[in-house]
């Protein structure tokens, strides 16, 4: 059973640029979520995707957009790079069943770390 | 608007004796409290949750305890073992949504 992995890992960008990541979900989950996690804070929700669509979203601007792809990857897009973006960015995979009303646990990638200069 | 709560960044304590972890949260709506754990350089993993229709769930060395009229939470770890030295994340679900506190660093002390 394969984890969540997250690409790139690190990554260095200017103010105003665009920027892609990657995630590819646990075998078996059918849903990925987006998280930002600035320094010293806990991870934030960005949002949630489930059958390629978006169900669910945080507080953040519309420059942050995402896809899920029918093989339940997904990429977190943002436009317009600001400095304030600079964080890392968790994608976490789930198991969403329409019967199922138990705690929706995540699993987590280990995150890619993006600085905007 | 915080949402989750963690209002002790950092605690220190000795192997062997208990760690007890607080959280506090505001919507009385969430449906299932988490607790999850990040060591450096890795994602958070998920540790146990308990339903907002519990006052209480174990798992091995884990305890979490709900108090739904004060809205507060805790995670008792005991004993504390040096591994147990790490990030630890209070997490709330409603609606589709996992909201996380801002994290506690835990020391356990040789």
């Known amino acids: 059973e394969t984890g969540v992995t997250q690409s790139p890992t690190h990554l260095i960008k200017t103010r105003g640029q665009q920027v892609t990541l990657r995630c590819s979900s646990q075998?078996?989950?059918?849903?990925v979520s987006w998280y930002q996690q600035a320094l010293g804070q806990g991870p934030q929700f960005i949002f949630q995707y489930y059958r390629e669509e978006e169900n669910g979203r945080g507080n953040f601007p519309p420059r942050f957009s995402g896809l899920q792809f029918p093989n339940y990857s997904s990429e977190l897009n943002v436009n317009a790079l600001e400095l304030d973006d600079s964080a890392l960015y968790l994608c976490?995979?789930?198991?969403?069943?329409?019967?199922?009303?138990?705690?929706?646990?995540?699993?987590f990638g280990a995150g890619s770390r993006l600085t905007v200069l | 608007d915080q949402q989750v709560k963690q209002n002790s960044p950092s605690l220190s304590v000795q192997e062997g004796r208990i760690s007890i972890l607080n959280c506090d949260y505001t919507n009385s709506m969430f449906d299932y409290f988490l607790w999850y754990k990040k060591y450096p350089a890795e994602g958070p993993t998920f540790l146990i949750s308990i339903s907002s229709i519990k006052d209480k769930n174990e798992d091995g060395r884990f305890t979490v305890f709900l108090n739904k009229s004060a809205k507060h939470l805790s995670l008792h770890i005991v004993p504390s073992q040096p591994g147990d030295s790490a990030v630890y994340f209070c997490a709330a679900s409603a609606e589709d949504k996992i909201i996380f506190g801002k994290g506690t660093r835990l020391h356990i002390l040789p």
């Open positions: 075998s078996g989950h059918n849903t």
């Open positions: 976490a995979s789930s198991l969403e069943a329409d019967d199922y009303l138990g705690a929706n646990v995540l699993t």
